[in-house]
């Protein structure tokens, strides 16, 4: 489908960091969402996670610039027929984003569903 506006589109980002229990995002730390038409090197990518898992977080990485989401408007919009399969795969991109950020890997991600 064409790409959503820019403004519905983070309103969809917005809604999915809503859904993420308060409990997990109280949790997480010094990490910026942001959303981009599409990753330079891989243009089919969905989202991105850039930085330092809480796991491998040590004394030394205070200070640290935040770590970042990147959730893809175009390529997520790409792979999505409706407007509601857009905010069905945002969520599911959020969160496996942000599971990235608690230092849960790919294979532990899509055997729980969140591939």
Known sequence: MRALPLEEFEDLVA????QVPAEL???VDNV???VEDRNPD???LLGLYEGYALTERTW???GQLPDRIMVYREAICDV???PAQVAEEVTITVVHE?????GIDEQKL???GWG
């Open 60 to 62: 030394d990485l205070s």
């Open 80 to 82: 999505c027929e409706t």
């Open 15 to 18: 809604d999915a960091l809503d």
């Open 42 to 44: 891989e243009p089919t």
């Open 25 to 27: 995002m109280d949790l």
């Open 32 to 34: 910026v969402v942001l």
């Open 110 to 112: 899509h055997d729980l």
């Open 98 to 102: 942000i599971a990235h950020h608690f």
